[in-house]
């Protein structure tokens, strides 16, 4: 490993601390308290707010640091790991909306979807965002 290499891994690691932490506070949430205290989250996550840093390299960052994070945590899903990023975002001053979404399969069933934006563009769950339609603007 390079020294360069080895820079960036000290630099990652307080993020990938926090991600890990907030991710498996966030899933507890989820579990134990999925109407009252999920429900505020969800909520609250849920709404454009103004933010005086437009995205960043530093949410590029913390998308990272949740996405890594969320390969050590059992049962992290969309919405936990979109939870997780806009709490990160939150505390670094960068607006971000937590959107949830749904799509009709074919077999008539339908599928929900969670992922967080910034300035409008999906940062976690971009790539399966796409095909969902956000439940609410």
């Known amino acids: 490993m390079t020294g360069a290499g080895l820079a960036r891994r000290v630099e990652q690691a307080p993020r990938i601390a926090e991600a890990a932490a907030l991710l498996a506070a966030?899933?507890?949430?989820?579990?134990?308290?999925?109407?009252?205290?999920?429900?505020?989250?969800?909520?609250?996550?849920?709404?454009?707010?103004?933010?005086?840093?437009?995205?960043?390299?530093?949410?590029?960052?913390?998308?990272?640091?949740?996405?890594?994070?969320?390969?050590?945590?059992?049962?992290?899903?969309?919405?936990?790991?979109?939870?997780?990023?806009?709490?990160?975002?939150?505390?670094?001053?960068?607006?971000?909306?937590?959107?949830?979404g749904a799509r009709r399969e074919s077999a008539g069933g339908m599928s929900m979807h969670a992922w967080l934006e910034v300035g409008g563009q999906p940062l976690i769950g971009r790539e399966e965002a796409s095909g969902f339609v956000p439940l609410s603007r």
Do not use: D, E, F, H
């Open 26 to 100: 966030t899933r507890l949430l989820l579990v134990l308290s999925p109407r009252v205290g999920a429900g505020r989250l969800i909520g609250r996550a849920g709404r454009p707010c103004s933010s005086s840093a437009a995205a960043s390299p530093n949410a590029a960052k913390v998308a990272r640091a949740v996405q890594r994070a969320a390969c050590w945590i059992v049962g992290s899903t969309c919405l936990n790991q979109a939870l997780t990023g806009w709490l990160m975002l939150k505390r670094r001053g960068i607006a971000s909306v937590v959107r949830v």
